[in-house]
Each structure stands twice: as C-alpha cells, then as structure tokens.
C-alpha cells in the first residue's frame, strides 16, 4: 500500500472513531503519568526484553503528548522569568516555578482580567521568547523508543489537552492528524497505526470489562 493510501485510510479510520478515542484517551489520563514515569515497571520491562518473556495482554502505556514528559524543558531566561514575576503580581497572582509558561491560575481572575493578562502575557512572550517546546516529531521519537522497548501491543497515544497537554504541531485535536502523518512517514503500518491510536487500549479495556464480569459471577 503506497503512504498516499495510508494516509487516507488512516484519516477515514480516524475519522470514524475520533469521538470514542477522545473518551478513551482523556479517560486514561489520570494513569499515564504513573505508568511512564514508574521505575519498577521500566525494570520489568528491560528484564522482559532481556528474557524473551512475554507479559499479559491487558496492560497499555498511554504515553501524553505533555511538552516537559516528552522533552527535558530548558531553563527560560532571567529576564523572562522576572518580566513573568512582575506581570503576576501586577495581576494579583501568585508566584509560580521558574519553568512555568505564566498562565498558571488566571482561571481565578474575572473574564476581562483575564482576558487582558493573555493579551499582556502574549506582548511578553514576543519580548522574552519561552524556550522550545517538544514537537510532533520529538512525541513520535518518544512512541519509538517505546515501541522498541515493550512492543506496539503495548503502546497507546492520548492527549491531555484540557490538563496542560500539546506539543508544537499538535496543540489540539484540530492538528492530530499531524501525529499520524509522522508515524507513517516513519514506516508505521495502518494496522500498527490504528493499534497505537485506539487499539491497545481498548482491547485492555474489553479484557478488564470480562475479568470483572467473571468476578461477580463468583
């Protein structure tokens, strides 16, 4: 199949299922950060690697296109981080750690406070450029590795928009085709596509949904 071919299948399929992968993906959030971050499971997955062994099918690493899980941020600069402090504090708000883009708890302000600290926040950042944030290709680079580690079984993809989530190219659901784009570039197949986007998931899903119902059968 040419990547022309897959591509429009893959957006068809996408297009399909885009409300039930939203559910799945924003639902699984809560977890992603554990499971990605969990030292004891990344030792059992080099020590699966290692054996040969092979682990229960009903487990799926959702990694989240958040811009500090995908890429260590660099440090802004001082003047940024002072132009940032003075502007919260104009604005009544607290301080927030250096590495914060600024915006933390404007959600408190009223509608035209808020507004105006956007605006202010945006003639900041043109002044003090924040550092670069992950891209689309630098998520991808990250389902790669892995992939290679525990396998495409066990791999899924989720956003995490309204929690802070995006990376450059994929800020919000309008740009995700940005990622399957990248992933077939890459030599992704449309079945290993459709896997990471909604499969993994929710096959792991299905198979907790039979174990509990033999549970309460018993």
Known sequence: MTNASTI?????????????????VEYSAAQNRRRETSAFRRKQWLASERSGR???????????????????????????TRA??????????????????????INALPVERRV???????????????PPRATVKDFVDHIDYAVKLIGIDHVGISSDFDGGGGVDGWNDASETFNVTLELVRRGYTEEQIAKLWSGNLWRVMDEVQQVARRLQAE
């Open 8 to 24: 429009h299948s893959a957006r068809q399929a996408m297009a399909a299922s885009s409300a039930r992968l939203r559910m799945a």
């Open 54 to 80: 092979q682990y229960s099918s009903r487990w799926s690493a959702q990694l989240v296109a958040f811009n500090s899980y995908v890429k260590t941020p660099a440090p802004p600069s001082p003047e940024r």
């Open 84 to 105: 940032i402090a003075a502007l919260r504090a104009e604005f009544g708000l607290p301080a927030q750690g250096a590495a914060g883009g600024g915006g933390g708890g």
């Open 116 to 130: 105006e600290f956007q605006q202010r926040m945006a003639q900041l950042d043109g002044e003090f450029p924040p």
